[in-house]
């Protein structure tokens, strides 16, 4: 259960200048980028500089946005679940159709921009980011310690903040909405407008309300381009093993178990011969790959074949 405070974003954090405030303050404080020594702007070089083109270049261009250990946090997993159940509540749509183990990496990696802030959480007046998966860090061009913890009305300009403020009341007030459209920017400042998104209310596992969630895949940049948000597909569903293939498994033991009897009774070999050590050996792999598959049918079906088979007493 998510603990009855701000996920991911410490007091502290809560309790400091904005970030683009920050950078302003940072770049007066520089003198505009001037070496006070030399008074010409200070070059990037040497082992540093080397070692993060190195890096940019082994990421394809991209500097690491988010590490496993910040988006599959097990709070965050929390939050996650909690997401997931609410927008199947609003849309009767599965948001993302992977195991439980594989949802914090399948919804970051997904083909569709996913955030979500704590408007509902209790003390909480300026609703902050507690979630954004690699999609939506892409596009608001930040990293994940940029984004959580970031007040959302700075997801947008000034002159859209009434537009929005009402679409997160409207949201509020009947639990969901779809096909908005809006004006967003960067935290560099690039502009771009969100389309067809579909903007909900997110309850606890406990039924607590707690805040909103975002979901879209595509955007209009200022040229009129249409982007669509691109991911990785999530992997496919895990099956359980079929009747066939416990069937197979079973008989390749009773084969195995054949072959060793037949060296020790046909041949005359004893379990010191090499031929025998081989045979037995490969008697209890498939014994062993026969049990984990029966393992698996069991806690993804439940019971075991056997009891498939039975009927019930009348």
């Not at 913890?149 to 009341?169: I, K, Y």
């Amino acid at each position: 259960m998510l603990l009855h405070r701000a996920p991911f974003a410490s007091a502290a954090r809560a309790a400091a200048p904005p970030r683009h405030a920050l950078r302003v303050q940072a770049a007066k404080k520089g003198g505009g980028g001037k070496d006070k020594k030399g008074g010409g702007p200070k070059k990037a070089g040497g082992a540093l500089a080397d070692l993060m083109k190195k890096r940019e270049a082994a990421t394809g261009g991209e500097a690491q946005l988010a590490t496993p250990v910040q988006y599959a946090d097990p709070e965050v997993s929390m939050l996650l679940l909690s997401i997931c159940d609410s927008y199947w509540r609003a849309y009767k749509e599965v948001l993302m159709p992977v195991e439980l183990k594989q949802l914090p990496e399948a919804v970051y990696k997904a083909p569709f921009v996913c955030l979500a802030h704590n408007k509902f959480e209790e003390g909480v007046s300026d609703p902050q980011f507690v979630y954004a998966n690699r999609a939506a860090l892409r596009l608001f061009e930040g990293t994940w310690d940029d984004i959580v913890g970031l007040p959302s009305r700075m997801s947008a300009d000034d002159t859209v903040q009434e537009e929005r403020n009402s679409l997160l009341q409207q949201a509020a007030d009947s639990g969901a909405i779809s096909n908005y459209e809006g004006w967003r920017r960067s935290l560099k400042g690039k502009r771009f407008k969100i389309r067809g998104v579909r903007l909900f209310n997110v309850k606890l596992l406990t039924g607590e309300l707690y805040g909103q969630a975002v979901v879209f895949n595509e955007y209009e940049e200022e040229d009129g381009t249409v982007v669509t948000v691109v991911g990785e597909e999530p992997p496919p569903p895990e099956l359980p093993p079929t009747e066939e293939e416990l069937a197979a498994a079973a008989a390749a033991i009773e084969a195995q178990a054949a072959a060793v009897r037949a060296l020790k009774e046909e041949r005359g070999l004893t379990n010191k011969d090499a031929e025998v050590v081989a045979a037995v050996a490969e008697l209890k792999a498939r014994k062993d790959a026969a049990a984990a598959l029966q393992r698996k049918w069991e806690e993804m079906v439940g019971g075991t074949m056997e009891d498939e088979g039975e009927e019930e007493e009348p």
